[in-house]
């Protein structure tokens, strides 16, 4: 049976077809950048302290509030107590011991740095703190339920079809967040901005993967989604400085996602997928739209019938053709990949997702430490893309998170009056897995077949949400041992590290196409030099080749 790269090798590397699929779906990922990230402005919390309505003033430390207020120690500074007030109020002597009661009235928020934020909305401090972080939790959950329906959804109705629906819904979601009257209403929309945010990143990434061919599939998945989603992150803190209200910030981060409607008429169906479904004539007109726009005249028959047919055929003996989650570990060779899969991509979004917690809070202006956050995005991405380009798929990801690994154990042994070293080798760590997180699903797409390839992308990304879920958790131990989180993420890398080792080399290897093309894992596979010359027609090692 011939390969899809081979039969559409006639259009080209890189003309003009591949330039307009690579900047379109890459500028598509931009909004994604900056929409899971709006939290950090949506729900900062500005200093704040109890309403005393007899004192007639709603400015945060107004006149006499000194006298009403207790005081409280807060990093090394004497501040108005943030949840108490005396519960005699007047003329007091700040150092009197009369006993305080809780804010009854509410709080004064100061308005230096933000109009409004959620916290303020709502006054999400004191007894009611738990609700901020609570918020990004349900985005999490939001991004677990669309990294399994949007794979389900993808691999049964195409590729286009889920990248434009959940385009669709993380705008109009987003304006409709902006509207809330409440914070549980917030919550309910912001799950479902986390479901169409995720799901349409994971759309575009396969959609482009599949409409590429392999030379240009690895600039695609470094620089080009990921760059663009580091550009969105940038962009945040842009619009957060010119804009002070939690509502306007919103629909300000929305309105863009209407810029995307005209891609609908450029940007076609996956013809791997159409083939996979047995369209061939659909897929033949797409292939042929491309030829057109690169100036090529395509052969008479570029998909024979016959190989179309073997596609269609199940060789594991399954006659179905709607494939379930149940496909993923069907058979040996993908129930290994996506095992493994599994546990890579959470370690891996746990490390990632923990260091950008741990890292030491940059004293400073916020919008400033945002703008150096994506920075270090942008280096990431940028290391990965000739990496991937030069160096084998394996040896890419294991050194990366090896490096990682190795950096954030050195911390360990830095004494504690050179904290700025610290934070230097905490910063190469986190460049480090930050391109190892993005390069994981370039070396994803690569390993698993078309048809059930979106499904296993979102139930390995779903994997990676509930990493990101335990990262705050992770963080959160640095409260008792500044070190601890460091010598956790860190020995969790080396072995996730060492793990990715077992995965079998994809670089320059045409993209399966059915489960029984999906290769075994590099421990279990024994192959002479003369079979390993044939591996590329027989899409994997020969089953009697294999011992497990």
Not at 151 to 170: L, N
Not at 171 to 198: D, K, P
């Amino acid at each position: 049976m011939s390969d899809f790269d081979d039969d559409t090798a006639f259009l080209g590397e890189w003309g003009p077809y591949q330039k307009l699929m690579f900047i379109l779906l890459s500028l598509s990922s931009i909004p994604n950048g900056y929409v899971g990230m709006a939290m950090v402005f949506l729900a900062d919390i500005p200093p704040h302290h109890c309403r005393l309505p007899s004192l007639n003033s709603s400015s945060y430390g107004g006149p006499g509030y000194n006298l009403s207020l207790p005081t409280e120690e807060v990093k090394g500074q004497v501040i108005l107590s943030r949840c108490r007030r005396y519960t005699e109020q007047g003329a007091l002597d700040a150092e009197s011991n009369q006993s305080t009661e809780y804010c009854l009235d509410g709080w004064v928020f100061s308005k230096e740095r933000y109009v409004s934020t959620i916290v303020t909305e709502w006054d999400l401090v004191c007894d009611d703190e738990w609700k901020t972080p609570f918020t990004v939790t349900v985005f999490f959950f939001g991004v677990l339920a669309g990294s399994l329906l949007s794979g389900i959804i993808s691999d049964r109705y195409g590729r286009k079809f889920i990248f434009f629906a959940t385009m669709a819904v993380q705008t109009v979601f987003s304006l409709i967040q902006a509207a809330s009257n409440s914070w549980e209403m917030f919550c309910v929309f912001y799950f479902i901005v986390g479901l169409g945010q995720i799901a349409n990143y994971c759309a575009a990434f396969i959609l482009g993967c599949e409409l590429m061919n392999k030379s240009c599939r690895v600039a695609f998945a470094t620089l080009g989604v990921s760059l663009s989603y580091a550009f969105g992150y940038l962009c945040l803190p842009v619009f957060a400085y010119f804009i002070r209200d939690w509502r306007l910030l919103t629909v300000a981060l929305s309105a863009p996602g209407f810029l995307y409607i005209p891609l609908w008429w450029f940007v076609p169906e996956s013809p791997r997928w159409l083939l996979s479904q047995g369209r061939v004539e659909e897929a033949e007109a797409i292939i042929r739209v491309a030829a057109k726009k690169n100036g090529i005249t395509p052969p008479d028959v570029i998909f024979k019938r016959e190989d179309t047919a073997q596609l269609m055929e199940k060789h594991d003996g399954d006659d179905q053709k709607n494939y379930t989650w149940l496909d993923l570990i069907r058979t040996t060779n993908i129930r290994n990949i996506t095992i493994l899969n599994i546990i890579i991509w959470s370690i891996v979004s746990l490390t990632y997702y923990g260091l950008s917690l741990n890292t030491p809070n940059m004293d400073g202006d916020p919008y400033l430490n945002c703008v150096f956050a994506a920075g270090t995005e942008f280096a990431g991405y940028t290391l990965m893309y000739f990496a991937g380009r030069y160096v084998s798929r394996r040896l890419t990801l294991s050194s990366s998170i090896l490096f990682c690994g190795v950096m954030l154990l050195l911390i360990k042994i830095v004494p504690e009056e050179l904290g700025a070293l610290s934070v230097t080798l905490a910063m190469f760590g986190k460049i480090s897995m930050t391109g190892a997180f993005a390069f994981v699903y370039l070396y994803g797409t690569e390993l698993l077949p078309t048809v059930v390839r979106n499904m296993g992308l979102g139930v390995t990304t779903m994997a990676s949400r509930v990493g990101s879920t335990l990262s705050a958790q992770v963080a959160y131990m640095g409260t008792y041992d500044k070190v601890l989180p460091y010598i956790l993420m860190g020995c969790i890398s080396i072995i996730c590290g060492i793990l990715s080792l077992l995965l079998p080399e994809t670089k320059d290897e045409p993209l399966p196409e059915h489960i029984s093309q999906v290769k075994p894992l590099q421990w279990f596979c024994k192959v002479k030099k003369s079979e390993e010359r044939n591996r590329k027609e027989e899409n994997g090692c020969s089953s009697s080749k294999v011992e497990l």
